[in-house]
């Protein structure tokens, strides 16, 4: 079997026409630029697992988050995946979501950049190019220690699938008190890294995963009265994880300086729309998650 040149190393030059595509990326400017970031400062990615696009907005107009309201408003994006795990492999992967209105893989905003891919060997500009099969591998490389701290059955280790996602960095934490069915479980896991940034080395960057699980199912008792989970319900505990976020935010600023933050969803769930429940399926709501990043 002959193989060309440019496949040997693992990869073709590019196995997606980016050129098709020329126009549309030179015209997008970065956000941010993400080579000012890494080896600068900390680096926090909060999932609020399960959190619908439509409830993050009304909750946001409606003040009810003031926390993640002070840091700018949500973005209408697609989901990487329909439910946790192939959301979060492509996350992990640099996949973050992307916008509601991209036509084309160059209408993404790629934050990391997986250089050995066949994207492409140069990154889009204000990207940060890692090599390795995840992002937390990439930054690794250039000093940071990984953590993630678990919620959903996903990132519990008590399961062979449990232990994937974990799998993927230095230190990772769970502890059935940050399990979905616990009412303090954001609380619990806000409290257990206020102490783990307290004996962290200070020199040493930390890129933390944080999963949110307290707008999965179950939420019905974060809205007093009800016996079910509904869009009531799930608006409630986002305003929960909200007060959580703002303990974290402003101790981990005090204690570490500035960081960078990206929070979203990795995928929305339905509570009976056209007669669905729940996600793992391709629904609008599912589909669509809120996004933000930003500085602390």
Not at 33 to 40: L, T
Not at 269 to 294: L, S
Request: hydrophobic share 35%; net charge neutral; aromatic share 14%.
């Amino acid at each position: 079997m002959n193989i060309p040149n440019e496949a040997i190393g693992g990869h073709a030059k590019s196995d997606v026409p980016i050129s098709m595509f020329a126009a549309s990326r030179k015209a997008a400017k970065p956000s941010v630029d993400m080579n000012q970031v890494v080896g600068k400062q900390d680096i926090l990615f909060i999932c609020l697992d399960t959190l619908r696009y439509d409830v993050a907005v009304a909750q946001e107009a409606a003040g009810n988050t003031p926390v993640l309201n002070q840091y700018g408003p949500w973005e209408k994006c697609q989901a990487p995946g329909n439910f946790t795990y192939p959301s979060h492999h492509a996350m992990f992967a640099g996949f973050l979501p992307c916008r509601f209105d991209a036509k084309n893989v160059a209408d993404r905003e790629l934050l990391f950049f997986p250089s050995q891919i066949g994207l492409g060997r140069k990154g889009p500009e204000g990207s940060y190019s890692f090599s390795g099969s995840t992002i937390m591998e990439g930054l690794e490389k250039d000093g940071y220690d990984t953590w993630c701290v678990g919620g959903v059955s996903f990132f519990d280790k008590r399961s062979d699938l449990g232990k994937v996602f974990p799998g993927y960095f230095k230190k990772s934490f769970w502890n059935p008190s940050f399990s979905c069915p616990v009412k303090d479980s954001t609380k619990n896991q806000v409290d257990f890294l206020l102490k783990q940034i307290q004996r962290a080395d200070q020199k040493q960057r930390i890129f933390l995963y944080l999963n949110v699980d307290a707008i999965h199912y179950p939420n019905y008792f974060y809205l007093e009265g009800a016996s079910q989970d509904n869009m009531e319900s799930h608006g409630a505990a986002l305003r929960y994880a909200d007060g959580e976020l703002g303990r974290l935010f402003k101790e981990w600023k005090k204690m570490r300086g500035d960081t960078f933050v990206i929070c979203c969803s990795d995928h929305g769930t339905c509570y009976g729309e056209d007669g669905c429940q729940f996600h793992g399926i391709n629904h609008p709501v599912v589909n669509t998650v809120p996004y933000k990043h930003f500085f602390l």
